[in-house]
């Protein structure tokens, strides 16, 4: 079975403190992709990997980097962690198939609060 | 942008009832997927179908695609209590790059 882990289920980080969230996937994936879930918005891509050190922007990357270093290994920064960012963030990876064989794994969710 | 819109938003039916929920999108697709998340928890993959394909079965759900119409539904028959879910649309555009929509909140009641 696929497994797709997030370091943290719930965290609590200080505004402008930087914030490190891991998620590490055991499938030799090629794509990982980092999202946010907010109330009636529903998943919204903030960055997306396919491949070692390649990314590329989602939908709302202000206020975020990411680093993949590892394929196995993809990280989301916030770099002055800001109370507009206290959301569910959840990482997801897939095989990228030239047949269109791409389901998603999701973690689990990391719900991160900003005081 | 998002580019999957659900509709409806929130679902409730009574178990053994059918469920249908609707996906509209904007762009063209290699493939729509449609997931499952329990209350606060990952989402699980359902079913995927390919922009080819019109209509694809499994287990007690069924998925149909029109892609003149952009858009897409799911039926879940005979629903449990344990179908109470939130349920989401992806479409992949290109190279497994999902865009999701907002989902529909199904609850069945016993």
């Known amino acids: 079975d696929v497994k797709v882990t997030q370091s943290s289920r719930y965290l609590v980080k200080r505004t402008g403190e930087k914030v490190f969230l891991e998620c590490v996937q055991d499938?030799?994936?090629?794509?990982m992709f980092w999202y946010r879930q907010d109330p009636g918005l529903g998943l919204r891509l903030i960055y997306f990997s396919y491949d070692v050190k390649m990314k590329e922007k989602g939908d709302i990357p202000e206020g975020y980097s990411v680093s993949r270093e590892k394929k196995e290994r993809f990280s989301l920064i916030l770099e002055s962690a800001s109370t507009n960012q206290t959301s569910m963030y959840l990482c997801?990876?897939?095989?990228?198939?030239?047949?269109?064989?791409?389901?998603?794994?999701f973690g689990q969710g990391t719900r991160l609060t900003v005081v | 942008s998002q580019q999957g819109e659900e509709d409806p938003q929130a679902l409730s039916i009574q178990e053994g009832e059918n469920a249908t929920m609707n996906c509209s999108y904007k762009?063209?697709?290699?493939?729509l997927q449609w997931y499952r998340q329990n209350s606060g928890r990952g989402l699980v993959h359902l079913i995927l179908?390919?922009?080819?394909?019109r209509e694809k079965h499994s287990g007690r759900l069924r998925v149909t695609l029109d892609t003149s119409k952009k858009s897409s539904s799911l039926l879940i028959t005979a629903s449990r209590a344990a179908d109470t879910a939130s349920y989401f649309c992806?479409?992949?555009?290109?190279?497994?790059?999902?865009?999701f929509g907002t989902g529909t909140q199904l609850k069945v009641e016993l």
């Open positions: 179908i390919r922009s080819n394909e």
């Open positions: 499938m030799d994936h090629e794509n």
């Open positions: 992806a479409t992949d555009a290109y190279g497994g790059k999902l865009t």
């Open positions: 762009t063209s697709i290699n493939n």
């Open positions: 997801a990876s897939s095989l990228w198939d030239s047949l269109a064989n791409t389901e998603a794994f």
